[in-house]
């Protein structure tokens, strides 16, 4: 009897060990299998980034500063016909939070289409080849078409290092929630997703349509995240803002929005840390979900406020000759951060996938990418 003892206790351990398997077990890493399309969701202000390498006459006759980011006047209207003409132009879809989508769906691979986005494009050539670009980067993108407006365009004109934007929203100024939003088609969209993602510049443009649904996230139990953007939303937008963020989930920003931000909301403190504290303890709709903020610095640490205590995060090293290109780092930090948030990872995961991102974006120019991450 005593030589079988062994052998049953074996068992035992396996099946022991196989149960404890089942209830830590998460999906794998090469099939995240609650992924299916259309699981997160952004709306925002979609651009045509055109890019291009100019010379100096070209800025010179636009009066623009080599490494600058402006939005197009009246005497920039004709640059965007122009440097089409005159140079080799290559196209992305852009805009922050189509931008932030796009990184999102970058880090996930497969499945296609994760992600959905909403905007406003005018009919015309440069809506047509950002419907292009928006399917090559596997993005589910249902334009809000009109013809009043252009397509919006940001040409980012690149001299040596520096790259000077020139943004012109035109069209993206021009979303209708009843055009678009509330359409029964579209909003069953809003309905399959589980996390949302709205940047702050979409604040100027459709208060209405952020309202809708981050209420809609709230009531269900999902996460609704939004970026502050630049610390003029905080100071002229900051009414629009706050209406917002009793549904903000995740609240997104860097040290100078979180600077503008704490002014404006009498934080009365610069310290990063503090500023995270105070928004977290914001008055929040859904209490089954404590806010989390996660303020980046450039290449000083992120910072994380969640319940009650506050963490921070080392940026992965990079040597400043590999820079190529800061402009997209926010874009993609946030990416990277919804491609683990949207498959359920935690949190410090997420900051992880957002640094990686980050990382990548900031040694290409424009928010462009190599075809496969390397993200473990």
Known sequence: MASDEPKAKKQKLSEEKKEEEKKTETPSEETPVKLSANTLFGMGNPLLDICAVVDKDFLDKYTLKPNDQILAEDKHKALFEEI??????????????????????????????VGTFFGCIGKDKFGEILKQKAEEAHIDSHYYEQDEEPTGTCAACITGDNRSLVANLAAANCYKKDKHLDLEENWKLVEKAKVYYIAGFFLTVSLESILKVAKHASENNKLFCLNLSAPFICQFFKDNLMQVMPYVDVLFGNETEAAAFAKEQEFETKDIKEIAKKAQALPKVNTKRQRVVVLTQGKDETTMAMSDKVETFPVLKIDPKD?????????????????????????????????????????????????KPNFK
């Open 323 to 371: 820079i190529v290109d800061t402009n997209g780092a926010g874009d993609a930090f946030v990416g990277g951060f919804l491609s683990e948030l949207v498959q359920d990872k935690p949190l410090d995961q997420c900051v992880k996938a957002a640094h990686y991102a980050a990382n990548v974006i900031i040694r290409q120019a424009g928010c462009t990418f190599p075809e």
């Open 84 to 113: 089409v003409k005159k140079f080799k132009v290559e196209y992305h879809a852009g805009g922050a939070t189509q931008n932030s989508i796009k990184v999102a769906q970058w880090m996930i691979q497969e499945p296609h289409n």
